[in-house]
């Protein structure tokens, strides 16, 4: 006979991006949202004080009564024990910050901290396209900048930062060229746009020969506009959870999913 260990079946999930701060209840048994996302937009700069104040915001909103429920917040940084090692398209001042004390003391209770990619790549082994898939998964992430999640049959290496590969001869990374941000900017059209994506999908290939690429972020949603375009050996799928992955992450990571436990003999 099995017993299962006492874990919640609810968690929220905030997630801070470049552009907008959005977070809701989530069902960690089949990783839905059980309220309606709440959003605001990223403060002018995203400095720390400010950003505070947006995610107090979001979570107000949110209403959550049982103050037990966990909180994840998941950052566009590379997150290492709790500090905030980069600062791509947020405040140069995240940069060795102790974020995750920082958060946790202006919101006054206990927080799993992680990096935005990171937790999306989390609800895709847990709940989307990447559940169930040996061998090495890649998701990006398209929006303000590029996020990236390594999934090695299931297990997550942490902090990749595929967004920062170097294009040579160039003073430009990857995610200033072929971000959904890229896109906005210069007016491009999804077929221009896909041969930027087509130089990246086809460099992150020949560097880790993945078994399958994933594609989140909002863009995803028009996943048929310019996956199709693409020329690659790799299978590449949208996301199942779009734009709401890094949410249903950030809370999957702040109250991790327990086995059940085979019972003591007496």
């Known amino acids: 006979m099995a017993t299962e260990t006492a874990a919640k079946k609810t968690a929220v999930g905030i997630d801070i991006g470049g552009t907008g701060i959005k977070g809701a209840l989530v069902d960690l048994d089949d990783g839905t949202l059980l309220t309606d996302r709440v959003k605001v937009a990223t403060p002018t700069g995203a400095e720390p004080p400010d950003v505070l104040t947006a995610v107090k915001e979001v979570f107000a909103r949110l209403d959550v009564k049982d103050s037990d429920t966990p909180l994840g917040v998941a950052f566009p940084a590379i997150v290492k024990n709790g500090r905030t090692l980069s600062a791509a398209n947020v405040s140069h001042k995240w940069i060795g910050f ?83 941000s890229a896109m906005e900017r210069e007016k491009l059209d999804f077929p221009k746009w896909a041969k930027r994506l087509q130089w990246y999908y086809s460099y992150l290939e020949f560097l880790f020969s993945p078994d399958l690429f994933i594609v989140g972020g909002g863009v995803s949603k028009h996943s048929d506009e310019f996956l199709a375009l693409l020329d690659l050996k790799t299978p590449i799928v949208p996301a199942v959870h779009r734009n709401n992955a890094g949410i249903i992450g950030a809370a999957a990571l702040a109250a991790p999913i327990r086995e059940a436990l085979p019972a003591r003999s007496a």
Request: net charge negative.
């Open 98 to 180: 102790e974020a995750e004390k920082f958060f946790e003391d202006g919101l006054g209770r206990e927080i799993h901290f992680a990096n935005d990619a990171d937790v999306a790549g989390i609800a895709e082994v847990r709940y989307g396209a990447a559940r169930g898939k040996d061998g090495l998964v890649l998701l990006t992430t398209l929006g303000t900048g590029i996020g990236s999640a390594l999934l090695y049959d299931g297990v997550l290496i942490p902090n990749t930062e595929l967004g920062h590969v170097q294009r040579a001869e160039h003073k430009r990374d990857a995610e200033h060229y072929a971000a959904y």
